[in-house]
């Protein structure tokens, strides 16, 4: 647990020195490091956008969430924990650049997405307690969450939290297969 613990920590501060950082650059971090849809600049936004904010009050409302969402796949497995991250980034990444609205999408919100869909639909395909239980709790705790996917706000990346939530889902069933 304290491992799992230190893993996300380490993560957060690191998104936090750099949004400092980034408030000290005018935000131009972000608005270069995002995913920008169909530019092959845009392609550079997949790896770096869930690790760029627009503001240090975006990243405080995803901090939470981050952690305990990804904190509980990464009590699971820690090798697990990067194998879910480095599928919903990616693959949240590509379809945000491939069918994304004219935008720069940055935060870590997809990913945050990704791993609620993980924890969600591994209670489905695993079929064990625990990750039943884990599923049932999230969903009771996190279930409003997903009203984001919908294209509600002009300045909400719905994009990111669909396709996230998606590539989430699709990493749970890739992880009940290999086993």
């Known amino acids: 647990m304290k491992i799992a613990i230190?893993?996300?920590?380490?993560?957060?501060?690191?998104?936090?020195?750099?949004?400092?950082?980034?408030?000290?650059?005018?935000?131009s971090l972000s608005r270069i490091g995002g995913i920008h849809p169909r530019s092959?600049?845009?392609?550079?936004?997949i790896p770096a956008s869930p690790f760029l904010h627009f503001s240090l009050f975006h990243l405080f409302l995803n901090s939470l969430p981050f952690a305990i969402l990804g904190g509980l796949i990464?009590?699971?497995?820690?090798?697990?924990?990067?194998?879910?991250?480095l599928i919903v980034i990616i693959v949240s990444g590509?379809?945000?650049?491939?069918?994304?609205?004219?935008?720069?999408?940055?935060?870590?919100?997809?990913?945050?997405f990704g791993y609620f869909g993980f924890l969600l639909a591994s209670g489905w395909y695993a079929k064990d307690m625990q990750s039943i239980v884990i599923a049932l709790g999230v969903l009771l705790y996190y279930g409003g969450m997903v009203f984001?996917?919908?294209?509600?706000?002009?300045?909400?990346?719905w994009e990111s939290h669909?396709?996230?939530?998606?590539?989430?889902?699709?990493?749970?069933?890739?992880?009940v297969q290999l086993k």
């Open 6 to 27: 230190l893993w996300m920590l380490s993560l957060l501060a690191v998104m936090w020195g750099l949004e400092l950082l980034n408030v000290f650059m005018g935000h």
């Open 40 to 45: 092959l600049s845009g392609l550079l936004g």
């Open 74 to 85: 990464c009590l699971q497995d820690k090798k697990l924990f990067l194998e879910v991250s």
């Open 94 to 112: 590509l379809a945000v650049w491939l069918l994304g609205r004219s935008a720069s999408h940055a935060g870590a919100s997809g990913l945050i």
């Open 148 to 157: 984001g996917i919908l294209p509600l706000r002009a300045y909400v990346s």
């Open 162 to 175: 669909l396709f996230g939530f998606l590539s989430g889902i699709l990493a749970a069933r890739m992880n």
